[in-house]
């Protein structure tokens, strides 16, 4: 599992989960931005809190780890809110 760190910065998205544990990304991979199934210590880096604060519909499929079985088998639901989600996402990247 990659983990990516703070490395410093001090940029941070609003989520108090976020601010705190660790959170996999679920959502398409965005080239030069953020790739499905990289984890995050400690908030997110400016290019991925930048796409979520442009289209937050991308933040809900940042996912705390101790949740990730669950949203795993929740995606691969059609149908389930998180499905929907991640097809949202989808179709703002194709636009």
Do not use: C, W
């Not at 989960?17 to 790739?35: D, E, K, N, T």
């Not at 289209?55 to 101790?66: I, K």
Request: cysteine-free.
């Amino acid at each position: 599992m990659r983990t990516k760190g703070d490395g410093g910065k001090a940029e941070r998205t609003g989520g108090s989960s976020m601010a705190r544990g660790i959170v996999m990304y679920l959502g398409p991979s965005v080239h030069g931005i953020i790739q499905s199934g990289t984890s995050y210590k400690n908030g997110l880096p400016p290019k991925a809190a930048a796409l979520a604060a442009l289209h937050p519909v991308f933040l809900e499929l940042f996912v705390p780890v101790d949740g990730l079985a669950r949203a795993r088998k929740e995606l691969a639901e059609p149908g389930s809110r998180l499905r929907g989600v991640y097809e949202e996402a989808v179709k703002i990247l194709e636009r």
